[in-house]
């Protein structure tokens, strides 16, 4: 088995034509779109007629001209950066209570994960009437408890607020996987830690986290590509009475993520160039944060 | 010792608290969309909310069916699934024993742009691929839908891929050195050994094509054609504010995605909860 | 490339790979049941999928498709005219099927097959239409002998763009505010002595907004939106259609914008938005003016169908906008949805033929009857078909405000659809008090102005279709 390196032979052949369906796959439905998505960011193309060249102008318009490109662009890094702390937050403390070893515990976790797998359509509709200022079950259950009952989709503060609220909902993933990580960690170095007289806190900090961090390094990564591609829910949950799509991203734009935008560019406003830009743009961005994360992932411990 | 054994079943008391909330808090939302989907207009609007509908109205479920529709849709996404599940199926095996049998230069460097390729968001190549399945005339068809699932899913394929790495190596070469080929290896050795892992490729294409919205929203346009997620939120744009119907037509499509999870609960959770995490 | 759709959702998370256990199957699939399977789902596949060997009968009616965006029993009531469009015309078959206007219809259009017959919103028609999406429908109109004196005053170039007609209006709506009686005398307000002046009525909508003992919004007084209609009536105009450029900054229009945000700011933005999220849609018992949630509402015609079927013991009233100043002459809107042909549509003539039988003054007469809108022209006001609607004096105010005059359109631009969601949502952040409505209108005249530019300049004078 002891191949020379760097040989291509019979065995290559055999691999690249199993491996074919994905590499045809992405040449199709990856590479040539993202080439062909470059050209057409230089274009003014409302794809009935064919694309015509304008050298930089849709990016100098998005740079310059387009208020709207800031915002939604603010709006998804505000959900990112404040929504996936909350929600891995969450998901581990969600995690370290399923991991307890008391009876029933299938039927928490099964509830825990439940959610993950509700359509995003019904989800999306079910918080818009869970969060109804008026008559939601929410705002009834904090004017119960006496706490102010905020207008959630309805006022420009609290709805990004309220997406990470329902983010939360959907956190089941992220907490089984955080749990099947806390169940990994070898019980000796709790005992070890016992020992050396740490406190439950200390274990948390000096064994836990560290134990931890493979894992919750995969879910902060998958958490920043969910982020970015972040639209069902709000094309569901904001969109305006005209329907079709119109309208979505309310109320004043506060809710107008950078998907979405570019989802109105290209399907609504029929400015597929422009929407390619956008593309583009959101393409450099997602490889930079992604390259940054990676670069500083030296708080990963690299055990197991 | 023996005194206290009576207390033995209650220390596990704040235990049971705080995860009851843990539950409760996911479970709550289950309960007000099945409550208000059997509420007729005057409940939903009552002041305060009840839990417990009185008297139970199911009127709502016959008008969402009736409006959605809610069969037609079902068979329309029920294809959709069924093309996809063999696409990821054929092809995402076929790739991952590629990349997780066969022993060839370049595999791993094939295996890390499979793993960068995950990362990449659809919005990204959205606009171009539309225009391909423009150019194909394959618009206002399922094929944008089921297409795609034919040239390996990154995800699939790195599943599959982490568990055929756990296939003993003895098995696969004995039948070579039986003068298999390896497409007979492929499909009489590995395949029937990874059943289980199929399964869970089954469960999730299927999931995943069941809930997905932007692509139908994008390629389909004939309200005919739109599967269950798109019919849903249709339904939606037209009835905002009838919270009954609404809610019965949500929890309509979330019923059979639940009802497969409890049957196929061992697949899903010990699948989940075992995760090797070799990412 | 394939993303998983689940991890769009915000759960920041993909589902996760099970690792591998090591179960031994001694099972053996054979080879060929299972490719049998799959080839046998893939034909079912190709089955199910609309296919492209149609067979072609030279005898068959033209199939034509017809999106159009009623629903209920307005829905029905057109489709019932599709039908017996279908009975008369044997060469023709239309099969109709109702959506929401909207991103469907341009994925449908920019994937080349769309239907033969759409409806779209008026700020959408030139918009496409410049865009080479529709087909130019002004020979058609002149061949069917329509001439400016068989419209309504002020209809006959809605919807025309230079030189093109993109669509025909289908049913319109004409704006006045409508009332509730009771609400209105309970404020100590004479419904007959209504506001004559914008400024009267913004304080109407000041003293008919009510809170209740937790401070909570229990009756809304009026919430305008940023309609042309109120810079009209300020005497603004807001597109000087002559040399088509945006004149939003015009001190007509400031006036009017400064108007709403100052009605909006004193019945507490946050709370008239909290308020509204509890409104369903227009056409169910669930109608705020219905619910006796609200006082006053601008509203169309429409509206009296809707109150009559959901809230046949409502007391209401309608009277028309005021101007900004005492004595000036008032104006309102007409609006209305268009019916345009795709310029892909294979069978424009088959179209044409179906829209002018729908638009013809009697089958206009009938269906704006059911829906209780106003048709565009004469024949069809006058028709004996639609005498039934005029004679409820309140609906008969409507047709009296487009019949003399006094209504006015929204004038065609390449850049309407732009303009409508930007005016639209940008409303919202003026009601919010974030920016001055004149800073806002100015920041829009010039976003718009340049829009306009770029339009132009890409697409020449759209003469090249």
């Known amino acids: 088995m002891n191949r020379r390196r760097g040989r291509f032979g019979r065995p290559e052949i055999v691999g690249l034509m199993f491996a074919a369906p994905w590499l ?70 969600a995690a370290m209570l399923l991991n307890m070893k008391v009876k029933g515990q299938s039927v928490f976790r099964t509830l825990t994960y439940l959610p993950t797998v509700v359509p995003a359509v019904a989800t999306a509709i079910l918080w818009v009437w869970i969060l109804n200022p008026e008559y939601g079950l929410l705002n009834s259950v904090l004017r119960f408890i006496g706490l102010p009952a905020p207008g959630w989709l309805s006022d420009p503060t609290w709805s990004k607020p309220a997406l990470i609220l329902v983010g939360i909902w959907g956190t089941g993933n992220t907490a089984i996987i955080f749990l099947a990580g806390l169940q990994q960690v070898p019980r000796a170095l709790y005992e070890a830690a016992t020992v050396d007289g740490a406190g439950i806190l200390q274990q948390f900090r000096h064994v836990t986290l560290p134990m931890l961090s493979p894992v919750i390094f995969f879910n902060l990564v998958m958490g920043i590509i969910g982020s970015f591609q972040y639209f069902t829910h709000v094309y569901v949950m904001t969109a305006g009475l005209g329907g079709g799509g119109r309208g979505a991203g309310g109320p004043e734009f506060s809710t107008l993520v950078y998907p979405l935008y570019l989802y109105q560019n290209a399907f609504l406003f029929f400015r597929m160039g422009y929407a390619s830009a956008m593309a583009w743009i959101l393409f450099l961005i997602v490889a930079v944060i992604l390259a940054f994360v990676f670069r500083t992932s030296s708080w990963v411990h690299e055990d197991s | 010792m023996e005194r206290f054994a009576f207390l033995r079943p209650f220390r596990h008391v704040p235990a049971y608290v705080l995860l009851s909330i843990l539950a409760g808090c996911f479970a709550v939302p289950f309960i007000w969309m099945l409550s208000s989907s059997l509420k007729d207009t005057g409940q939903i609007f009552q002041f305060p909310p009840t839990i417990f509908p009185n008297p139970v109205i199911w009127d709502n479920y016959q008008k969402a069916v009736n409006f959605i529709p809610f069969l037609r849709y079902l068979g329309n996404t029920l294809i959709i699934c069924t093309g996809a599940i063999i696409g990821n199926v054929l092809s995402a095996s076929l790739v991952a024993y590629s ?21 990449l968001p659809p919005q990204v190549t959205m606009v171009p691929v539309f225009v391909i399945f423009r150019s194909l005339g394959m618009i206002d068809t399922y094929w944008p839908l089921i297409l795609p699932s034919f040239f390996g899913a990154p995800f699939f394929i790195f599943l599959l891929r982490q568990f055929f790495l756990g296939i003993p190596q003895e098995l696969t070469e004995a039948a070579r050195i039986d003068g298999c080929s390896e497409f007979g290896i492929y499909w009489r050795v590995v395949v029937p050994l990874s059943v289980p892992a199929l399964a869970t490729v089954v469960l999730f294409s299927f999931i995943w094509t069941w809930t997905d919205f932007l692509t139908p929203l994008i390629y389909l346009q004939d309200q005919n054609k739109f599967t269950l997620s798109l019919g ?21 499509i979330t019923l059979p995605i639940i009802a497969l999870f409890f049957a196929a609960q061992k697949t899903f959770i010990e699948g989940i909860v075992t995760t090797g995490l070799k990412g | 490339m394939q993303t998983s759709p689940n991890s769009e959702t915000f759960s920041h998370s993909a589902p996760t790979p099970p690792a591998p256990r090591r179960r031994r199957r001694s099972g053996f699939f054979p080879l060929i049941s299972l490719a049998a399977l799959a080839l046998a789902c893939l034909a079912m596949l190709a089955f199910a999928l609309p296919g492209c060997n149609r067979r072609v009968d030279p005898n068959a009616p033209v199939e034509l498709r017809f999106w159009y965006a009623w629903s209920g029993y307005e829905g029905k009531f057109l489709q019932s005219l599709v039908d017996e469009f279908n009975a008369t015309h044997p060469h023709i078959h239309v099969q109709g099927s109702f959506y929401n206007i909207g991103d469907k219809l341009l994925a449908s259009i920019a994937g080349g097959s769309p239907p033969d017959i759409v409806t779209v919103w008026e700020f959408m028609l030139t918009t496409m239409g410049e865009s080479g999406a529709f087909f130019p429908l002004e020979d058609y109109v002149t061949s069917a002998g329509l001439t400016r004196d068989s419209y309504l005053p002020n209809l006959y ?10 669509g025909v209006p289908s049913a319109m709506n004409a704006l006045a505010i409508f009332y509730n009686t009771k609400l209105v005398r309970d404020a100590g307000l004479d419904p007959a002595q209504y506001p004559k002046t914008m400024a009267e009525l913004a304080e109407w909508a000041k003293k008919l907004t009510l809170y209740d003992e937790r401070g909570i919004m229990r009756q809304l007084g009026f919430s305008p939106s940023a309609t042309p209609v109120y810079f009209w009536n300020f005497g603004g105009n807001y597109f000087d259609t002559e040399n088509k450029r945006f004149t939003l900054d015009d001190p007509g229009c400031i006036r009017a914008m400064e108007w709403m945000a100052s009605v909006h700011k004193s019945s507490g933005i946050v709370n008239v938005r909290r308020f509204s999220a509890g409104f369903g849609k227009l056409d169910s018992p669930l109608h705020p003016l219905a619910q006796g949630k609200m006082a006053l509402r601008e509203d169309g015609q429409w509206l009296i169908k809707i109150l009559a079927e959901y809230a046949p013991d409502l007391d209401y009233g309608v009277f028309p906008f005021p101007p900004e100043k005492a004595g000036d002459t008032a104006v309102t809107r007409v609006d209305s949805s268009f019916w345009a042909i795709p310029y892909a549509s294979k069978h424009p003539d088959e179209a044409w033929e179906f829209l002018s039988w729908l638009i013809a003054p009697e089958q ?25 609607a005029r004679k409820d004096p309140r609906f008969d105010f409507f047709v009296r405000e487009v019949e003399e005059g006094r209504a006015r359109t929204q004038p065609a631009m390449p850049v309407g659809q732009q303009f409508q969601e930007k005016l639209e949502q940008g409303q919202d952040v003026v009601w ?34």
């Open chain 3, 432 to 465: 919010g008090g974030s920016i001055t409505p004149k800073a806002f209108l100015e920041n829009l005249n010039m976003d718009m102005n340049r829009q306009l530019d770029r339009e132009t300049r890409m697409l020449g004078s759209g003469d090249d279709l």
């Open chain 3, 157 to 166: 170039d809605y919807g025309t763009y230079g030189k093109h007609r993109w």
């Open chain 3, 364 to 388: 206009s007469a009938r269906f704006c009857f059911a829906l209780r809108n106003i048709p565009p022209l004469h024949a069809s006001v006058n028709h004996p078909a639609f005498a039934e």
């Open chain 2, 232 to 252: 849903l939120q249709q339904f939606q744009e037209s009835n905002r504010a009838e919270w009954g119907m609404l809610m019965a037509a949500a929890t309509l």
């Open chain 2, 99 to 119: 990349l997780g049998v066969l022993r060839w230069n370049g595999r791993d460097h094939l295996f890390k742009i499979l793993i960068a390729s995950m990362l």
């Open chain 1, 24 to 93: 045809v796959g992405i040449s199709i439905f990856g590479l040539y779109p993202i080439v062909s998505s470059f050209y057409l960011s230089l274009c003014r193309y409302n794809i009935i007629r064919p694309p015509a060249f304008i050298g930089i102008e849709n990016y100098s318009i998005l740079f310059t001209e387009d208020p709207l490109f800031w915002k939604s662009l603010w709006n998804t890094v505000y959900l990112t950066a404040f929504g996936l702390p909350v929600q891995l937050g969450f998901a581990l403390a």
